[in-house]
């Protein structure tokens, strides 16, 4: 008697895999950038809009729980930057409008 292959869960542990190296990079990059000034001291453009930032934090969500962190305890900043990039200093997430401008997918802010 042939036996069914079983499902894969090749693409749910590809995420975890992706989320913890994400949140690993997250970390690394706080811990470089904690002991500067804050990027509101240094009169970083910022952006407001509610909507956008939840999305960002609905993005996050996977990664802020691999990191072991609360995803209410995490600020959402957007940066008013057209440059594709992204960084964290302390509890902030600072996203540059031009990744969002620029991405065709959510993963390529989720990666970012």
Same mark, same amino acid.
């Given at each position: 008697? !042939?036996?069914?292959?079983? *499902?894969?869960?090749?693409? $749910?542990?590809? !995420? $975890?895999? #992706? =989320?913890?190296?994400? /949140? ?5 990059? /706080?811990?470089?950038? $904690? ?5 509101? +001291? ?7 809009d =509610?909507?956008?930032? +939840?999305?960002?934090?609905?993005? %996050?969500? *996977?990664?802020?729980?691999? %990191?072991? !962190? +609360? @995803? ?6 957007? &940066? @008013?930057d *057209? $440059?594709?990039?992204?960084? &964290?200093?302390?509890?902030? !997430?600072?996203? @540059?409008?031009? /990744?969002?401008? #620029?991405?065709?997918? *959510? @993963? ?5």
């Open positions: 008697m !042939l036996s069914r292959p079983r *499902p894969s869960i090749g693409r $749910s542990t590809s !995420l $975890s895999r #992706t =989320a913890r190296g994400f /949140a690993t990079l997250m970390l690394a990059a /706080a811990v470089a950038v $904690s002991g500067s000034v804050s990027a509101f +001291a240094q009169g970083v453009p910022v952006v407001r =509610a909507e956008i930032e +939840a999305l960002v934090r609905d993005y %996050a969500r *996977p990664i802020f729980k691999a %990191a072991g !962190l +609360a @995803n209410d305890g995490i600020d959402i900043v957007l &940066v @008013n *057209p $440059s594709f990039n992204a960084f &964290v200093t302390g509890r902030r !997430l600072f996203v @540059n409008t031009g /990744a969002l401008v #620029t991405a065709e997918t *959510p @993963n390529e802010i989720i990666g970012v």
